[in-house]
């Protein structure tokens, strides 16, 4: 899953990269590499900066301070047509008075190619993104469906072979069943090709599917990078934890240290461990996200010693198909929620019952130590 | 009252046809009466023998389309077509830059095309007056001229083709900006972004995607402007005399001054076929592409 350490110079380099709108910072000092042939999505919000980010890349706005290299070249000064970098947008940006063939050859037409070659990579690159050209060639972009209007968007970006792609939430209007599809021909297409893609989603789950790594945004940093097992399993704010996928946040003041493991008082009632990490202070207050499908329900009492535990009553069960989760009210008041795989309610159906008391149970190791609250 | 009615609401409301007769019929009547009619008995008057003192008599004759074709109207009309022709290009030319500034103006626009509009709010009479203020032997033009010292003597600009080509384009130059405009308005700057994404610079963005796909305005200006200047006449009299005939002149003589109301009517039928000639011409031209030019 993870990329190998990079031989060569990252295709795309941001140092300390700034660019404020007025009085708002969009992007406040982020520094990313990204290595070549990878996939890196940008995560993030609506109003996090990932979008003015991926347009600082294609030249569409200059930033205020800070360095951005594409290749190892410095490309501040440069203009978005001087890059070469192609770019998908979410609203397809097809050109509406020209048919699908006029499109995909636009980028060839102005670097003035030779009218039989022009034709010979439309064809390629509509075959590439699985358009049959007898069909589609002399369609105009209003006679297509979104998804197609996005085919042909791709299509005319990467006939010109970039070596980095910029994809602006490219599924974002598409309905689910097709998105599921087209995100595993992107990913197909970025290891057949080797180019670069930059991909830019407010979808957790897209970002995870299909990228090799991610950066998450909060409020114009990035507040974490890394492969999405290391986000998803060890995010490292609370604003990452809640962000990607559901989380069980938990509080309580660092109590003991003993073989590895920090002892912490929950407020109400309680102890739990956690692994020793570097934010612990003797004294200070723990908080960890805990994942709900890595917690487990006994009965009271029936916890395994190394787990935590902590006893509560069952305030709902959820029926989800895949999973179901039961939603526990712990002694103190507060709330977690347990996934358990679903084995089949008609056959097996679970023992738990509303009002029912119960023990949650997890490893210490499953709680993400948080660095913030 | 209030009954009768709910009673012919509820009536309308089940009748789509009576409906739209309903919403269309004030209209079509307007048109009809002072419209159609007005346009079938100059056409009739105009197949018909004059009278001696305005009006027709009964009959049929082509004498006055024949008249038409002589030399010295066909001149008038040569040079009417030149003027309208020329009043549309330099509109489009001055107009298009326009149009383009205030559809990128951001928070200015409602400004600029408030002034693009206030010449509107003064009739065209006292507007075309004000050139000849401007444009005489002491008006303020030569006046400020003479004072830099950049000519000896007035310039002739009154009473000049170039002061009729400049009082039409001043008349009509805001019907170009309008429709342009609008069209420009329209245009998703995305597309334009696109194009630089495909090495387009801005020079060869505007000339392949900004200018194609503000055609329909640049056309529906055109219209605008050409038509109605084919028929002006008040600029011609006013700042070209009465030595530059336009055929509006023409036309208007013929039924004030001439009292030939059959000539005048056949006049008028040659400029509007003339007109509709040209405007059929482009759409047919025009009409497969439609599709792609939304």
């Not at chain 1, 069952?314 to 179901?324: A, D, K, L, P």
Request: proline share 7%; glycine share 8%.
């Amino acid at each position: 899953m993870a990329a190998p350490p990079p031989p060569s110079p990252p295709v795309v380099q941001l140092t300390q990269v700034s660019k404020s709108f007025g009085e708002v910072r969009a992007v406040d000092r982020v520094s990313l590499e990204i290595r070549r042939g990878e996939f890196f999505s940008i995560l993030g919000p609506s109003g996090c900066g990932k979008t003015t980010t991926l347009r600082l890349l294609a030249g569409f706005e200059q930033p205020d301070a800070g360095e951005i290299r594409l290749l190892g070249r410095r490309v501040n000064d440069e203009r978005a047509y001087q890059r070469g970098i192609g770019m998908v947008f979410q609203n397809y940006a097809l050109f509406p008075h020209l048919s699908v063939e006029r499109n995909v050859a636009f980028g060839l037409e102005q670097r003035r190619r030779p009218a039989a070659e022009i034709r010979v990579r439309v064809e390629r690159a509509l075959g590439m993104v699985r358009l049959d050209p007898a069909t589609y060639r002399a369609r105009m972009p209003a006679q297509l469906s979104g998804g197609q209007r996005q085919r042909v968007a791709l299509a005319r970006a990467l006939v010109l072979e970039p070596e980095i792609l910029l994809l602006d939430e490219p599924l974002g209007a598409i309905d689910l069943q097709l998105r599921k599809e087209m995100q595993l021909e992107l990913k197909a297409l970025n290891q057949q090709l080797g180019t670069t893609f930059v991909y830019v989603t407010h979808d957790q789950e897209e970002a995870l599917t299909m990228s090799d790594r991610i950066a998450v945004m909060e409020q114009a940093r990035v507040a974490q990078l890394g492969t999405p097992a290391e986000i998803y399993e060890s995010p490292r704010t609370a604003f990452v934890a809640r962000f990607i996928g559901a989380s069980n946040f938990m509080t309580g003041v660092a109590a003991r240290r003993s073989g590895g493991q920090w002892e912490v008082s929950r407020p109400g009632d309680g102890v739990f461990r956690v692994p020793d990490h570097a934010a612990i202070r003797q004294g200070g207050e723990v908080w960890i996200a805990v994942r709900p499908e890595w917690m487990d329900l006994w009965r009271p009492g029936d916890v395994p010693p190394a787990e935590n535990s902590l006893g509560g009553v069952v305030r709902e069960v959820i029926y989800r198909g895949e999973t179901i989760h039961v939603l526990v009210g712990l002694t103190d008041g507060e709330d977690v929620t347990v996934a358990l795989r679903n084995e089949g309610q008609l056959s097996k159906p679970l023992p738990w019952r509303r009002g029912d008391p119960v023990a949650v149970g997890w490893l210490p190791e499953d709680c993400q130590v948080l660095e913030d609250g | 009252m209030s009954g009768a009615r709910r009673r012919l609401l509820a009536w309308l409301q089940r009748r789509p046809a009576a409906r739209a007769w309903a919403l269309l019929g004030p209209g079509m009547v307007w048109l009809v009466l002072f419209f159609l009619l007005p346009l079938v008995i100059m056409a009739a008057y105009s197949l018909m023998p004059r009278g001696t003192y305005g009006g027709v008599q009964p009959g049929f004759t082509l004498e006055h389309y024949r008249r038409f074709f002589d030399p010295l109207y066909l001149a008038i009309l040569r040079r009417t077509v030149v003027w309208s022709v020329g009043c549309t290009v330099v509109c489009l030319l001055v107009g298009y830059p326009v149009a383009y500034l205030v559809a990128r103006a951001g928070r200015w626009r409602a400004v600029l095309l408030f002034l693009v509009v206030l010449p509107f709010w003064t009739s065209f009479l006292v507007r075309t007056f004000a050139m000849i203020f401007l444009l005489r032997d002491g008006g303020l033009v030569n006046t400020v001229l003479l004072r830099l010292g950049l000519i000896d003597a007035p310039l002739t600009l009154l009473y000049t083709p170039f002061a009729v080509l400049l009082g039409l384009v001043y008349g009509f130059l805001p019907f170009m900006i309008l429709p342009i405009y609008a069209s420009l308005e329209k245009l998703d700057p995305t597309l334009l972004e696109a194009a630089e994404t495909l090495g387009a610079t801005p020079a060869a963005g505007f000339r392949r995607i900004t200018f194609p796909l503000s055609l329909p305005g640049v056309v529906a200006g055109c219209f605008l402007v050409f038509i109605p200047s084919m028929g002006s006449f008040l600029t011609a009299d006013l700042l070209g005399g009465a030595k530059q005939l336009m055929i509006g002149n023409l036309i208007q003589n013929q039924f004030a001054a001439a009292r030939n109301w059959p000539f005048g009517s056949a006049a008028s039928f040659v400029v509007t076929a003339l007109v509709l000639v040209a405007v059929i011409t482009y759409l047919r031209v025009r009409e497969p592409a439609a599709d792609g030019a939304r």
